[in-house]
């Protein structure tokens, strides 16, 4: 089945810095989405990318389908952006399934 | 919209014990989906359904039973808990599987004893 690796697993910044995460699909997709996993548990859509870029505040997401990955960037961090970061996509033959990645885990420090 | 919702919100279970855990939505899609999260872990999927009366394994479905008779519910059924079922159980929902955006209730956390 498909394999879906995101990097880095484990990131840790200062407030107000700017990040970029990566997720990488071993099999073409025509979709995919990301999740920010709060430190309360909660899983909360950020986007849903079939292509190209998009933009919410301080979030924004591209996907390169073609090459099989995509990037969450997150610009002026803040404490409330720690949690962990899912991206999943679409799998089986009917795009029935939703495969998630392995996640990163982002811890930021006031 | 409530959006997905499952209940209880936490439960702890002796080793033996049944029980179901509810998902309903209200946004009249097709798709739903049973994950488990293991601490420190990503989600894995135990069931999924593309519609009533329809459902299918998932990556991990062994100790788990679901049925899917209305388009809003999907209930997951332990049988027998084992403490290799203490996780955190979210269901999802999505119009169309994974080719539209899938949205997920608020979790339940089981602890077996």
């Known amino acids: 089945g498909i394999q879906v690796e995101q990097s880095p697993p484990d990131l840790i910044l200062q407030e107000g810095a700017n990040s970029t995460l990566r997720c990488n699909f071993s099999d073409s997709v025509n979709n995919l989405q990301w999740f920010h996993q709060n430190p309360w548990g909660q899983l909360i859509n950020l986007f849903y990318i079939p292509s190209g870029t998009k933009q919410n505040g301080r979030l924004s997401a591209t996907t390169v389908a073609t090459e099989r990955y995509s990037l969450l960037y997150i610009s002026s961090s803040q404490t409330t952006d720690s949690g962990v970061y899912f991206c999943?996509?679409?799998?089986?033959?009917?795009?029935?399934?939703?495969?998630f990645g392995t996640g990163t885990r982002l811890t930021i420090i006031p | 919209n409530a959006g997905v919702t499952q209940t209880p919100k936490f439960r702890i279970l002796k080793i033996g014990q049944s029980m179901t855990l509810q998902c309903t939505q209200d946004m009249n899609h097709n798709y739903m989906y049973w994950y488990r999260q293991d601490p420190g872990m990503g989600l894995k999927l135990i069931y999924y359904?593309?519609?009533?009366?329809?459902?299918d394994k998932g990556e991990v479905p062994n100790g788990y039973n679901v049925s899917r008779s209305t388009t809003e519910d999907f209930p997951l059924r332990l049988e027998l808990a084992a403490p290799s079922q203490t996780s955190v159980y979210f269901c999802?929902?999505?119009?169309?599987?994974?080719?539209?955006?899938?949205?997920f209730g608020q979790g339940t956390r089981l602890t077996v004893v």
């Open positions: 999943a996509v679409p799998t089986n033959f009917g795009n029935e399934k939703l495969t």
């Open positions: 359904s593309v519609g009533a009366g329809i459902t």
């Open positions: 999802a929902s999505s119009y169309l599987g994974g080719n539209t955006e899938a949205f």
